[in-house]
Every structure is written in structure tokens, then in C-alpha cells.
């Protein structure tokens, strides 16, 4: 029983998560091995070191992880690449289910760094890409980001769930090159400009003159919208809450929190829970039922919360009875038998 206590969950293995990687990195430098385990499994790189290394002591040469992995045959190369030849991206998922579909003999092992290099890709942590492009942010820029319109809804979930795609969404946001007019749909500048005669000069007018009315804790462009909304910039989005509150989320110093049907913001990054909302409310308007809590959040922020939910967060952080005149066990048992 470690000090640090690890939920395995389903037919999970560490010494094969583990030594499968090492597999697929290889060579590796000793500590970059364990940074990438940690960005690929969450579990730090020091607990990493001390309880798993055991695992691969075998690998280690010289401050290096090598080992000597098998190879595709010319066929199972030739048949493999014409598959990888259809994008230029793959999540480590998807080329796993390549391998076992092509029925390579040597099976995943043969997924590594030196086989993918030559078939003409670039193995990181959880993803390869084509060597066509001298690293990843070139690659999203042209398979992913060389439209007006980036619905992310079709973009590979495991390649969505990577920290270098959410970096590159990032660098996107506060570069204002794209902006979401809707739930997961990203729109670039050019489309802005055509749609809605928005520069990026006006983009950054409207963040300046909107954000002197950042007072309260929590806001998005349906709560302050009866106050900005006269706005002769403003007025350029047609009503667009939505995209309204994505230019208010795109600044420096604004954070968010993605609900239901809505964004909330805040100017204080900690304070971006669903229960400080709650309590937030409660604190300006006093103690109310489950009901008229729930209607109020969505009144203000333009979300969709079911009562349930709202009932299951205020049970989970004990804090129910203060701000309630109602209880939420009969609703948490109606969300658990449903």
C-alpha cells in the first residue's frame, strides 16, 4: 500500500502501461521518460520513478531508455503506411487499432519511435504527426485550423484531450485568430470580419469598453447584457450572447468555467465552482428552495442545470442546509435511481 494510494480501474496494468511506453519512446532520455508518463497518466513523475521503475530497470543504459524492438516487414510497412498516408495527425489510440487491425506479427511493440519515423511520422506523447511539418503547431494550423469554421465537435477526442492541442486553443483564444460563436465552433478572424464586421481593432474596443462592468463575481454577456448591450460595437454581434461572452473570455486575467448550454466567468480563478456559485447567490438574495435556486442560475447565466445536479453539488460540499429551505436527499436519490 503506497503513500500515495492509485485507483486501477477495469484490466488496467502499470507494469505494462508502463513498459509499454518506454516501448514506444524509446531511446528516451531517463527523466524525459518519466515527464512524458506523467503528461500521458497523470501520476507524477517522482511517484512515477520510486514505485514503477522497478518495471524497466532492464531498459536503462547510460542515463537512457533503449530497447531493442522488432520491426514490420516490407508488407506490413507498405500495407500500414498507405493507412496513416489518409491524415497527417493520429492519436496513439488510433494507431494502437492499426497495428491490430493490419495484424502485424510483432504486434504493438512494433509501434515506436523508430518505425513511425520511417513511415514518414513524428511519435509524441500520445500522438504522431507527419514529418512533413517541422513540429505539432504547424501540423494543427493546416489539418485542423486552416478553415473559417473549426467545429471541434469532429475533431478526435484523444487529440482534443491533449495538452499541447489545449495550449494551441489557447495561444488561438488570446491571439483572438479564433473566436467561439457557438458551443464548439470556432470562427477565425476572416469569417468574423464578413459575418459581423468585427476587426481584430473592434474585438479588442468591445473588450475595453465591456469590462468596466466586470464588478460582480460571476458575470457573462446574459447577465450584463441589459447593461452592455446599447453598446455601438456590441451591437455588431446581432444578439450573440454566446459570441459575446468569447470575447469576454478572451482577455487576460478573465477565467471560466464551462456548464451547461453556458460559460461563466469570473476575475477570481478559485472561485470558479458550481457550490461558490450557489453560495454567491444565496449570499445576495437569501435562502431559497431548490427550485428557485436552480431558475435563478440559469436566469442569470443563460444555463441549463437541472435541479439535480445543483442538488448533488451542494450535497457533495455539505453545504445544503445553509443555503436551502428545502433538502436535496429526495433528489439525489431520483438522480441515482435514474
Same mark, same amino acid.
Given at each position: 500500500?503506497?503513500?500515495i494510494?492509485?485507483?486501477?480501474i477495469g484490466d488496467?496494468?502499470?507494469e505494462k502501461?508502463?513498459v ?5 519512446l524509446?531511446?528516451i532520455e531517463y527523466?524525459?521518460f518519466y515527464?512524458a ?11 512515477a520513478i520510486?514505485n514503477?521503475?522497478?518495471?524497466i530497470?532492464?531498459?536503462? !543504459?547510460?542515463n537512457?531508455y533503449i530497447?531493442?524492438?522488432p520491426?514490420l516487414?516490407?508488407?506490413?510497412e507498405?500495407?500500414?503506411k498507405?493507412v496513416?498516408?489518409?491524415k ?6 488510433e494507431?494502437?487499432s492499426?497495428f491490430?487491425?493490419?495484424n ?9 519511435n523508430t518505425t513511425l519515423?520511417d513511415?514518414?511520422f !513524428?511519435l509524441n506523447?500520445g500522438y ?15 489539418c485542423i ?7 471541434l465537435?469532429e ?6 484531450r ?5 495550449n ?7 491571439s483572438?485568430d479564433?473566436i467561439e460563436i ?6 477565425s478572424k476572416?469569417f468574423l470580419e464578413?459575418e459581423?464586421?468585427l !476587426?481584430?481593432?473592434i474585438i479588442?474596443?468591445i473588450?475595453?469598453?465591456i469590462?468596466s ?5 460571476y458575470?457573462?454577456?446574459n ?5 452592455i448591450?446599447e ?6 454581434l446581432?444578439?450573440n450572447?454566446?459570441l459575446?461572452?468569447s470575447?469576454?473570455?478572451q482577455q487576460?486575467?478573465?477565467f471560466s468555467l464551462s456548464?451547461?448550454n453556458a460559460v ?7 472561485e470558479l ?8 447567490i444565496?449570499e445576495?438574495?437569501?435562502?431559497m428552495?431548490?427550485?428557485r435556486?436552480?431558475n ?6 443563460g444555463?441549463g442545470?437541472?435541479?439535480h445536479?445543483i442538488?448533488?453539488k451542494l450535497?457533495e ?9 428545502d433538502g436535496?436527499d429526495?433528489?439525489i436519490?431520483?438522480?441515482i435511481?435514474?
Amino acid at each position: 500500500f503506497r503513500r500515495i494510494p492509485v485507483m486501477i480501474i477495469g484490466d488496467g496494468d502499470e507494469e505494462k502501461q508502463i513498459v509499454r511506453l518506454v516501448k514506444e519512446l524509446s531511446p528516451i532520455e531517463y527523466w524525459d521518460f518519466y515527464e512524458a508518463y506523467e503528461e500521458r497518466y497523470g501520476l507524477r513523475k517522482e511517484s512515477a520513478i520510486a514505485n514503477l521503475g522497478s518495471y524497466i530497470e532492464k531498459y536503462h !543504459t547510460n542515463n537512457e531508455y533503449i530497447t531493442d524492438l522488432p520491426r514490420l516487414s516490407y508488407e506490413e510497412e507498405t500495407r500500414i503506411k498507405r493507412v496513416l498516408e489518409k491524415k497527417d495527425i493520429w492519436s496513439i489510440e488510433e494507431l494502437e487499432s492499426v497495428f491490430t487491425e493490419e495484424n502485424v506479427a510483432s504486434g504493438i511493440d512494433a509501434l515506436n519511435n523508430t518505425t513511425l519515423y520511417d513511415m514518414g511520422f !513524428t511519435l509524441n506523447i500520445g500522438y504522431a504527426y507527419s514529418r512533413k511539418y517541422s513540429n505539432v503547431t504547424e501540423c494543427l494550423e493546416n489539418c485542423i485550423f486552416s478553415k473559417e469554421l473549426v467545429d471541434l465537435n469532429e475533431v478526435d477526442p484523444e487529440i482534443s484531450r491533449l495538452s499541447s492541442f489545449k495550449n494551441y486553443i489557447y495561444t488561438l483564444r488570446l491571439s483572438l485568430d479564433y473566436i467561439e460563436i457557438s458551443p464548439k465552433l470556432l470562427a477565425s478572424k476572416g469569417f468574423l470580419e464578413k459575418e459581423y464586421g468585427l !476587426t481584430e481593432e473592434i474585438i479588442r474596443e468591445i473588450q475595453a469598453s465591456i469590462s468596466s462592468f466586470y464588478t460582480e463575481k460571476y458575470f457573462n454577456a446574459n447577465s450584463l447584457w441589459e447593461s452592455i448591450k446599447e453598446d455601438n460595437n456590441v451591437g455588431l454581434l446581432k444578439g450573440n450572447k454566446w459570441l459575446c461572452t468569447s470575447i469576454m473570455r478572451q482577455q487576460e486575467g478573465v477565467f471560466s468555467l464551462s456548464v451547461v448550454n453556458a460559460v461563466i466567468l469570473s476575475l477570481q480563478r478559485d472561485e470558479l465552482a458550481l457550490a461558490k456559485i450557489c453560495t454567491w447567490i444565496v449570499e445576495r438574495e437569501g435562502r431559497m428552495t431548490l427550485d428557485r435556486l436552480t431558475n435563478r442560475i440559469n436566469e442569470l447565466f443563460g444555463s441549463g442545470f437541472d435541479k439535480h445536479k445543483i442538488a448533488f453539488k451542494l450535497k457533495e460540499q455539505g453545504n445544503a442546509e445553509e443555503l436551502l429551505t428545502d433538502g436535496v436527499d429526495e433528489y439525489i436519490e431520483q438522480l441515482i435511481s435514474a
